[in-house]
């Protein structure tokens, strides 16, 4: 296996951390997203989504999609399970990733892309989408303080991939300057906890 | 079991559709979302994200977001699998799926609401993004159309969830009056083949 991505990214910072739970290691390449690799031929004949991270397996297939990649580890490497071990488990589980992705995660992304510089690039901005996207953020963030009040982790008692996505989502908001943790007094001290584990050095 | 949900609005038929291929039959109780049913206590109560479909489990457990509960009764249902049925059929269906919800269903979603009197609520409404999504949506028809060029179904050569939330977006994309299949020669065909099988109607 081979993990295409861009360190710094926290896409890609997603996967490192999921494999480092894991402790499994691939080998991975760098694709210079500032510098355009993503959109040149060499990688999109191998991805054509032209997105990192990207995953090449033993036998060539390409998965793209953050959660996606985990899903593929998960499968593999069951053990410790971060995505639930019973059918209640893995939906539960679910719901709260996708809870984190779609009102946490890409609100911010949504932010960084409209309403900063983002990447530099010339995609389609509008500025006023990214406002209301870092609102829609900050409220999450007050609903995820509220939750940690009276559990350990996001989905539950037990450590998994919705924590991973959040950690990287809120590392993202601290450096866009949408969040001071110091605001949220559970959250805080869910994000002192999740960043202690070894994979938040990921 | 118990879902949750509301005739017509097509989260909520991408599980009964999920449901269908599985021959599972399970009680079902209509929210009225635009009477606003889906933001009173009685239903906060048991799904506090107040979104439709929700399926509360035999054990009172709820479970929102639409692909969370088809993971669940994935999980319940191994047969036939719409999900995949090893590492690599899981996770590159997975990667399909997201696909379809982040460049087709979510995009559809967002002119619905922002560029449309959507369901007549006072939500924020921002139509330049309306729009913008509605070409990002249009841009995926045509993407999908080349890719089902060369195979039969969205994820590979097996129906599967993917197709599912694909089928439920190009219903709604047509009642929008976003697209007309006839511009589309292969999605057209895939169109055809899908509306045929009796979960279709569900």
Excluded at 144 to 154: E, F, G, M, N, P
Excluded at 167 to 173: E, F, R
Excluded at 196 to 202: D, K, M, V
Aim: aromatic letters at 8%.
């Amino acid at each position: 296996m081979k993990l295409y991505e861009h360190p710094g990214f926290p896409n890609p910072r997603r996967v490192r951390i999921f494999l480092a739970e894991k402790s499994v290691e691939i080998p991975t390449e760098t694709i210079d997203v500032p510098g355009g690799a993503h959109q040149r031929p060499e990688f999109l004949n191998k991805n054509p989504s032209g997105l990192i991270p990207a995953l090449e397996t033993d036998t060539g297939e390409v998965i793209s999609e953050s959660a996606s990649i985990c899903r593929y580890i998960e499968e593999l490497y069951p053990t410790p399970a971060l995505m639930g071990e019973n059918a209640l488990e893995k939906a539960t589980v679910d719901m709260w990733h996708r809870r984190i992705e779609n009102q946490l995660f890409n609100p911010l992304g949504a932010y960084f892309h409209h309403s900063t510089q983002g990447l530099g690039d010339d995609r389609y901005r509008n500025a006023e989408w990214g406002e209301h996207s870092r609102e829609q953020a900050r409220a999450e963030l007050k609903k995820l303080d509220t939750l940690l009040a009276s559990r350990d982790y996001i989905s539950g008692e037990q450590y998994g991939i919705a924590d991973i996505t959040a950690l990287c989502a809120i590392d993202l908001a601290q450096s866009l300057k949408v969040a001071n943790l110091d605001e949220f007094e559970h959250l805080h001290n869910w994000h002192s906890r999740v960043s202690a584990r070894p994979s938040a050095a990921a």
